[in-house]
């Protein structure tokens, strides 16, 4: 099946609340089923030789020769010997079909327009994003910088999420290791609250404020790991038990322009972070989001990074009525113990015993 995001028919309304800066996507069609997209005589959709059972590849990498080539599926001919794979969901949470209704305030929507993309991390089902090697996030972060360039040549593209749900609790119902790519034609909230945060404090302080906070985190309790590139540690105020945040080093607005050197960082620091939360926490189901800057002209300007949620207990009426959250373990706590395993980890990785 998919991650629990589509609305079946594809053609949804993106509601906005009566007075805050929240969005719903809502099908215009109650009642849709989700369709069994991985569940067809057994076979995994994702998995190679079911490639029939997706959309075609807008973007097939393969390793030939030491050199990666960039594909793409015929209708006759799917790509085969792939190592990363990518193609528009069959159940999108946005579409670029929606028709164009809109709705005035204070019930106010507009079409769920954009693109939902599927980026198959590897062609091994039982492999996880935890378990996939260094040189195979290296490929699937070039991929993922190919499609963001890509998609901001899209007419109505203002930003580009990419996001992680593994585990059921975490919203997939998909269990081979994918990431998802969907376009919005405006910002989305959390992006939008980040940003002004950051503009405020610039102009208070005079410099970003994600550069303050690495500058802080990098020899404190709450590290976690650093690699040339980049930090990780847990953040002060995490709503999540256990939560981490990734951030490059330097002050930089664009993932999709991030050199070479760094994106091959970044895989190291992913493999080792992720490989050490799933052990410590015993495979925990988890989200990963990227948090960046709009690319297209625009002032919302924020410090990329990526932030990670594990999911291991469920909100109460407390956070979801209020917004207030509980964390019954202490980022420093967390740290201590994510740092642990990920040092760990990232010793196996590189040969260090």
């Not at 929240?22 to 057994?42: A, H, L, M, N, W």
């Not at 528009?88 to 079909?97: L, Y």
């Not at 800057?293 to 469920?314: A, C, D, F, G, T």
Request: contains cysteine.
């Amino acid at each position: 099946m998919h991650d629990v995001l589509g609305q079946g028919s594809g053609l949804a309304d993106l509601r906005k609340d009566y007075v805050l800066d929240k969005f719903v996507i809502v099908p215009r069609i109650s009642g849709v089923q989700y369709e069994s997209y991985t569940s067809f005589d057994d076979k995994c959709a994702y998995c190679p030789g079911n490639e029939s059972m997706t959309e075609p590849a807008s973007l097939a990498l393969v390793a030939k020769d030491n050199m990666l080539q960039r594909l793409s599926d015929s209708e006759e001919n799917p790509i085969a010997d792939w190592c990363v794979r990518v193609f528009e969901s069959s159940d999108p949470a946005v579409t670029t079909t929606s028709t164009n209704s809109y709705s005035d305030k204070p019930l106010y929507s507009e079409p769920a327009y954009g693109y939902h993309l599927i980026v198959v991390a590897s062609p091994h089902h039982k492999e996880k994003l935890s378990q996939i090697s260094v040189d195979q996030w290296a490929n699937v972060l070039l991929v993922i910088q190919d499609r963001v360039r890509w998609l901001y040549t899209k007419k109505s593209v203002t930003y580009v999420s990419i996001f992680v749900n593994s585990g059921q609790i975490a919203g997939t119902r998909v269990d081979h290791p994918h990431l998802n790519l969907v376009t919005f034609s405006t910002i989305p909230p959390t992006i939008e609250l980040e940003a002004d945060a950051s503009h405020r404090y610039m102009n208070e302080n005079g410099n970003c404020h994600a550069c303050a906070i690495i500058s802080i985190e990098s020899s404190g309790p709450r590290q976690i790991l650093g690699t040339d590139s980049f930090l990780a540690f847990s953040p002060w105020a995490a709503t999540y038990p256990y939560e981490f945040w990734i951030y490059p080093k330097r002050h930089t607005t664009a993932f999709s322009r991030i050199t070479q050197k760094e994106l091959s960082d970044l895989a190291l620091m992913l493999r080792a972070t992720l490989g050490g939360m799933s052990k410590a926490l015993d495979e925990a189901a988890f989200n990963l989001v990227f948090h960046l800057s709009p690319e297209k002209k625009n002032s919302r300007q924020i410090h990329w990074h990526i932030e990670v949620y594990p999911q291991l207990n469920m909100w109460s009426g407390l956070e979801r009525g209020f917004g207030v959250y509980l964390n019954h373990v202490q980022p420093e706590k967390a740290a201590e113990v994510l740092g642990s395993a990920c040092r760990k980890e990232l010793a196996g990785l590189v040969g260090i015993t």
